[in-house]
């Protein structure tokens, strides 16, 4: 197994991509090789299951309890010259946008972008930023296989949409460096060489956007 690293690290790592395409897995090992803090994204936001059955307001409700939950985590860092810690965090405050404009309506969306910019300032930017592909049809097999009840509810226009507002913002992105990592072929949870390979990969510096893929994803199961 890698060892990580050979360079001096990023000391703040988010790790972004749509539902189910392995974030918090990812996080979760990378925390472990750094001996960081695993920072999660909340999982029990009251207003989901609400959202996904398409409840009055649901939507509304269910994006100021993740902007005000992942506000209170990220304000709450200590990422100092002095501290010591690396932190892994599962979500990117900024990709609360990209929910934000596709549920909620005008006005809605016009509240929202006030609290959004007034938080924004105040949490701190990733050194590195891996965001996570896949295809739409790829997250569907691992949302059916998660076997997350209200999950099952999220049509497939809906996890199309998702996907293409993901490509479209950070194809954008330039606040941090960004390491591109495209999943449909590789397990990096269950197959120990795709793992290998990525955290290979991290070994290295990452400087502005790059892309990675494994050899062997061409030829995986």
Do not use: C, W
Not at 43 to 63: H, S, T, V
């Amino acid at each position: 197994m890698a060892n990580l690293p050979q360079f001096e690290p990023p000391r703040f790592i988010a790790i972004e991509g749509p539902i189910r395409v392995g974030k918090t897995s990812l996080a979760r090992i990378l925390a472990d090789r750094l001996h960081g803090e695993h920072l999660r994204d909340v999982e029990d936001n009251p207003f989901l299951e609400g959202f996904y059955k398409e409840k009055a307001g649901a939507g509304f409700q269910a994006q100021f309890y993740f902007l005000l939950h992942r506000f209170k985590q990220l304000r709450a860092l200590d990422l100092s010259s002095t501290a010591s810690r690396t932190v892994i965090s599962d979500y990117l405050f900024e990709k609360d946008k990209i929910f934000a404009y596709l549920n909620l309506g005008d006005a809605e969306l016009q509240l929202y972008e006030q609290y959004f910019e007034l938080l924004a300032e105040q949490v701190p930017i990733p050194d590195l930023v891996i965001y996570l592909q896949a295809k739409p049809e790829t997250l569907k097999k691992r949302i059916s296989k998660k076997n997350v009840p209200f999950e099952h509810r999220i049509s497939d226009e809906y996890l199309e949409a998702v996907v293409r507002a993901y490509e479209h913002f950070f194809f954008h992105y330039k606040s941090s460096n960004l390491l591109v990592v495209e999943t449909s072929e590789i397990d990096f949870v269950d197959r120990n060489e795709d793992l290998r390979e990525l955290l290979e990969r991290l070994n290295q510096p990452v400087k502005g956007t790059q892309y990675f893929l494994p050899l062997g994803s061409a030829t995986a199961d």
